[in-house]
């Protein structure tokens, strides 16, 4: 099982940036997707999550409105498009899968560094 994501970096305030998660090794289309960060000093947070099956979404409440996931279950994919990035905003991101039906199997991606700083 793997979970690579990718599209961090460092950005301007105001910048955008779109991070991609690519899965393999379960079944993409049984598990619900979420982004959750990891601020400097601050517990790991849940940003944004998507169902497997109706492709509900949902946000925290700092990003709504800035932040949009979505998941492409053809390419086994989800992403975080993310934009007007506030210094705020810098964080580890980890991408997250969690068994629709079964919540005992989830796995963890390794981490994108988003820094955003002028």
């Known amino acids: 099982v793997q979970l690579v994501e990718s599209g961090g970096g460092l950005v301007q305030p105001g910048g955008s940036l779109r991070l991609s998660c690519v899965a393999s090794g379960f079944t993409f289309t049984s598990y619900r997707m979420s982004w959750y960060r990891q601020r400097p000093g601050k517990e790991r947070e849940l940003v944004a999550a998507i169902t497997s099956a109706s492709g509900t979404t949902t946000y925290t409440d700092s990003v709504k409105g800035r932040f949009t996931i979505s998941r492409d279950n053809a390419k086994n994919t989800v992403y975080l498009q993310m934009n007007s990035l506030k210094p705020e905003d810098t964080a580890v991101y980890y991408c997250?899968?969690?068994?629709?039906?079964?919540?005992?199997?989830?796995?963890w991606g390794q981490g994108t560094q988003v820094t955003v700083s002028s």
């Open positions: 997250h899968a969690i068994n629709r039906w079964y919540l005992g199997d989830y796995y």
